[in-house]
């Protein structure tokens, strides 16, 4: 289960709850419907929960409103069902093969700016998956013939008779209330008139919790009666003047005025500032305010300033990440509401500039530091700004900016390649240099990128394909930078089990100096793809002195993506050399770095290896046990062991030996346990268990 922590109260909607649990145990698509600002995304989490324990794949969630290319609608599900991009098929094909025989719930949050992708999406799904059940939001419905909608009513406000108590019956509307304005302004009590000016607000705002929450943030400023005022007030005048027609539906009303309220209340600074963030997808830090935020009459040291202003406001909302970073978003309504105001200023195109470039920038900053000691922090803040990137480059994209489109694409290699998103950038590489086909600088490198995105595909021919035109792009075999192409060359043919092919492209590459050509990281891999090329032609000795350089600069780095490259081929000389209490450090080693940056393949390949030095060391159930856990990993990347001849037969070989050891039954008991077991509670056993020699 991918849902996220709930970080506030969640308040009535016991019969919304139960009608949603009905509705998934008779229908296989069920869409929550409703305004902006409902409460639609927080029921379906809450359903979802509650729902978990009858699924026997769980549940996971897609979070789509960050989402504004509708073709990378199946990556995102991809991603977000815990698939590793590895095959060269097409995105809807791995996702939909993966869930044919699962029983799992899917939401999908926020489809209205998709409707028709997520409802082809769905029919392909449902269609192929018997066990899926699909819970959608929409502020429209998706349009199916079996789908079952639900429409989400704001939370009750009961209009008491005439003369009675205005706070009898408001219910779960001024339980919310309550609640936001105790957060708001702490020691706040609610009673006598206070509650019935807080009821008459809850029935002004007719129960939306959105609006709701925006008018409880005033009251650090405002007393309840004065805001149940000052909200009267503007209902009365304002309906019509904040963009929504009168013949609008009332509750739409309600809330782009709530809204719009919200806005007249801001600063000057702040309103600009709520406009030029909302060109943001997913969230962002201080620094991007900062960069998209300032200029003109809103100075860069005024950003964070008017960024709390609008945190207090409930207009903006924050969390601190694992490493202690500020993450900030906006609701969808919001960020709306930002967005119209942004285009009636004119600077819609401006503020767009401003986000591709700073995400260029980082980009940029990110390729210059990977090989070093911040890598593992590089991977969090890119995997964190995952939507923002996409974001920037769709931009670029649209708008013909095709060199800054390369550039940013080519300092991303790193990010397709070794942090598993290479389906995405072939996406976005391939676009980028069909539509900047000159001799321009930064070609090389997105096309050792797009070579690199390939071969994390596992399409070698694209690859080898993409090495004759990187080495024509720089000045032919002999130029600076031909180590990239002589890379991607014999990456595919080692690949493919052609290592004598493989070690006559590597005997025309020489030792570097390490900045000759401007691909660092080339050289560290051409070092992978030795060491790997030994220990298939036999040269063990060769391979472990390939693997033992490799891991020196490495360290000397303070990188740990190659790092951990190299100890899995120095486990795999280990192996061949005799040793593999030796060859267990080793890939023990390797997992752990590998497990840094979520590498799955890498950690894959590890624990298969990690299995064989078990199996030697006559610990036959904890063996088998790992060729469980592997094997489900594999299921999630494409081919077993990569469809590599090596590779197949090694773990074959393992197999093998292990039921020979502990005989067929107690292999496959073991066997079904790591099948049963979740990709990172099995990396979690691998790291865990000893490397010695006690059988088992």
């Known amino acids: ?20 649990r009905s509705l998934l145990e008779s229908d296989r698509l069920v869409t ?30 897609a979070q789509l409103a960050p989402l504004r290319e509708p073709s990378l609608l199946a990556q995102v599900l991809l991603e977000e069902l815990g698939l590793v991009d590895r095959t060269a098929g097409s995105a809807e094909e791995v996702v939909t093969q993966w869930l044919a025989d699962k029983e799992l719930l899917l939401v999908l949050d926020s489809c209205e700016h998709l409707v028709a992708a997520c409802a082809d999406m769905v029919r392909t799904l449902l269609d192929a998956s018997p066990g899926l059940r699909v819970l959608a939001t929409s502020r429209q419905p998706l349009g199916m013939l079996d789908e079952r909608c639900f429409e989400v009513d704001p939370l009750s406000v009961a209009h008491p008779p005439l003369g009675a108590d205005t706070a009898t019956g408001c219910g779960d509307a001024l339980t919310l209330f309550t609640d936001r304005a105790a957060a708001s302004a702490p020691g706040l009590t609610l009673d006598g008139a206070r509650r019935a000016s807080a009821a008459t607000v809850c029935h002004r705002l007719d129960g939306i919790p959105l609006a709701i929450e925006l008018a409880a943030a005033r009251l650090p400023g405002l007393s309840i009666e004065e805001l149940a005022d000052r909200l009267q007030s503007r209902f009365d005048a304002l309906t019509t003047r904040d963009g929504s027609p009168r013949t609008a539906p009332p509750r739409h009303q309600t809330l782009r005025t709530a809204i719009g309220w919200s806005h007249e209340l801001c600063e000057p600074l702040e309103r600009l500032l709520w406009a030029r963030l909302s060109v943001f997808s997913g969230g962002f830090d201080t620094d991007g305010a900062r960069a998209v935020g300032a200029g003109g009459p809103l100075p860069a040291d005024e950003v964070v300033r008017a960024l709390h202003g609008l945190l207090a406001k409930s207009l903006v909302r924050c969390r601190v990440d694992d490493a202690g970073t500020a993450r900030f978003s906006m609701l969808d309504t919001v960020r709306e509401f930002g967005a119209q105001w942004l285009r009636e200023l004119g600077e819609e195109h401006k503020a767009r500039c401003a986000h591709r470039d700073f995400y260029r920038d980082l980009a940029l900053r990110a390729d210059a530091e990977w090989l070093g000691p911040h890598q593992v922090a590089w991977y969090a803040r890119l995997s964190a700004d995952h939507a923002n990137l996409r974001t920037a480059m769709d931009f670029c994209l649209t708008e013909g900016h095709g060199r800054t489109a390369l550039e940013m694409g080519g300092a991303l290699w790193f990010f397709w390649f070794a942090c598993g998103f290479p389906r995405e950038g072939r996406h976005y590489l391939g676009r980028a240099l069909t539509l900047c086909p000159g001799p321009v600088p930064e070609r090389a490198k997105a096309q050792w990128a797009y070579g690199l995105a390939a071969l994390g595909q596992g399409d070698l021919d694209a690859t080898r394909r993409l090495a004759y035109a990187l080495r024509e792009t720089i000045g032919g075999a002999d130029a600076p930078g031909a180590h990239a192409a002589a890379y991607l060359e014999c990456a595919a043919l080692t690949l493919r089990g ?97 497990a840094l940056l979520h590498d799955s393949l890498g950690a894959v390949m590890a624990i298969d290896l990690l299995a064989s030095t078990a199996a030697a060391a006559d610990r036959g159930r904890h063996a088998a046990r790992l060729l469980g856990i592997s094997q489900r990993m594999w299921q999630a990347i494409g081919p077993s062991q990569l469809g590599m001849p090596e590779l197949v037969a090694a773990r074959a070989e393992s197999e093998r030996a292990i039921r020979t050891s502990i005989g067929d039954t107690a292999y496959e008991e073991e066997y079904r346990t790591g099948l049963a077991t979740a990709p990172a509670d099995g990396v979690a056993y691998a790291l865990a268990a000893p490397l010695g020699d006690t059988p088992g």
Not at 2 to 17: A, Q
Not at 38 to 61: D, I, N, Q, Y
Not at 512 to 519: A, L, Q, V, W
Request: aromatic share 6%; net charge positive; proline share 4%.
């Open 498 to 594: 052609d290592q004598l092919g493989a070690s006559v492209v590597l005997d025309t590459v020489p030792e570097p100096p390490h900045t000759r050509g401007g691909f660092p990281e080339a050289w560290l891999l051409i070092k992978v793809t030795r060491a790997f090329v030994h220990v298939h032609r036999g040269d063990f000795t060769g391979a472990a002195h390939h693997a033992d350089e490799l891991c020196a600069r490495t360290e000397l780095l303070g990188e740990r993506w190659m790092r951990a490259w190299a100890g899995y081929t120095r486990a795999l000389a280990s192996v061949g050399l005799g040793s593999p209490a030796e060859a267990a450090v080793h890939a023990r080693s390797a997992l752990e770095g590998k």
């Open 1 to 20: 289960m991918n849902l996220p922590s709930e970080t506030t109260s969640f308040v009535g909607r016991s019969v919304e709850l139960r009608a949603v």
């Open 32 to 61: 929550l419907t409703g305004v902006g600002g409902v409460g639609k995304s927080r029921l379906a989490l809450r359903a979802a929960r509650r729902a978990e324990e009858r699924f026997a794949h769980g549940v996971r969630l």
